[in-house]
């Protein structure tokens, strides 16, 4: 991906949205919800990624970390990044219990 591509990607206008990360609110790209059992422990959770410019955070997410997303706490699954954003995949173990993130 080219930086340009950034601003058509994250335009409020077309793919993004603002959610409140950790307590800030940023601009980002939110995946389709899957619902599966956990690699971990073999729960049921709930996944989606969250596409996140580099530049929006101050260090970049780990494994396992807890991280809130629109005041929800979910657990980092995976991270992925491509030199300009993080693709960060969040699951929460709590399935019927959560509201699916817009």
Do not use: C
Not at 76 to 95: A, E, I
Request: hydrophobic fraction near 35%.
């Amino acid at each position: 991906m080219i930086e340009p591509d950034l601003n058509i990607i994250f335009d409020l206008n077309g793919f993004a949205s603002t959610h409140t990360i950790n307590g800030v609110p940023l601009t980002v790209v939110v995946g389709d919800k899957i619902t599966g059992r956990s690699d971990l422990d073999g729960s049921w959770v709930e996944m989606f990624d969250v596409e996140i410019k580099k530049t929006d955070l101050a260090s970049p997410p780990s494994i396992r970390q807890k991280m809130t997303y629109d005041g929800a706490s979910f657990t980092v699954d995976q991270v992925k990044h491509d030199g300009f954003t993080y693709v960060v995949t969040l699951s929460n173990p709590r399935v019927g219990e959560m509201e699916y993130p817009r």
